[in-house]
């Protein structure tokens, strides 16, 4: 499974559940299915930007501030990559 796609789940179920509020409810503020909200907050779909930015909305929160942990695992990769070209 994605790590980035894991966190992003696990940030979304976190403010969630210090909302009080059920995946059911979330989804209906967000206007997704509670399968789909489920689904992202095991990391188990790769949301569109629409849908990133409508569960945040749900949320109360930005797309920045719900991602803001998220790290890019790819990023750390490319450096160590571009110096192995170069050596």
């Known amino acids: 499974m994605n790590q980035e796609l894991l966190t992003l789940g696990q940030n979304i179920r976190t403010v ?3 909302l009080k509020i059920s995946q059911e409810a979330l989804a209906e503020r967000s206007g997704l ?3 789909y909200i489920c689904d992202v ?3 188990r779909r790769n949301l569109s ?3 990133l930015l409508m569960v945040a909305r749900g949320l109360g929160l930005t797309v920045s501030e ?3 942990n998220v790290k890019n695992v790819e990023s750390d ?3 160590q990559l571009e110096l192995s070209k170069v050596a």
């Open 49 to 51: 930007f629409f849908s």
């Open 77 to 79: 990769v490319r450096p």
């Open 16 to 18: 969630r559940q210090s």
């Open 33 to 35: 299915h509670r399968t």
């Open 66 to 68: 719900l991602t803001r």
């Open 41 to 43: 907050e095991r990391g």
